[in-house]
């Protein structure tokens, strides 16, 4: 074990003079924060995806679609957000991937919620 000196700062437990190893590890710290990341990203792309086949299509199964629609980004933004929830929690570092996955988990989950409220007020 290396003794530390006056000038050198305090180092956490396991972290040495890691160099750029130390950043890549870092980056790993947070493994739910990164899934919640991936699922918020799904989830975008999801939106995208369907959003562009619906005005692109003249499908007589559009209420099909609606509801597959509504289920996947009512079950994908409330797995963003708990992951978001739990990954900010945690308090890892880096905090951001928990906060951007709430942020758009919430969002879709919301809009998946308003969007099946709407559908029964009108049919």
């Known amino acids: 074990m290396r003794r530390r000196t006056d000038d050198q700062p305090d180092l956490a437990p396991g972290r040495g003079d890691a160099g750029h190893a130390g950043r890549a ?4 710290q947070n493994p739910v924060g990164w899934t919640g990341l991936l699922l918020a990203v799904a989830l975008t ?10 005005v692109a299509s003249d499908v007589v199964s559009g209420d099909v679609q609606t509801s597959v629609n509504l289920f996947v980004c ?11 929830i ?15 996955a709430l942020g ?15 559908g029964l007020q009108g049919g």
């Open 86 to 100: 739990v990954a900010i929690a945690q308090r890892r570092r880096p905090v951001w991937p928990g906060l951007v």
């Open 45 to 54: 792309v999801w939106e995208a995806i369907y959003n562009f086949n619906v």
């Open 25 to 28: 590890e870092g980056r790993l």
């Open 74 to 84: 009512l079950v994908v933004g409330l797995a963003a957000v708990v992951l978001g």
């Open 104 to 118: 758009v988990g919430l969002n879709g989950f919301l809009i998946g919620v308003a969007a099946w409220l709407g």
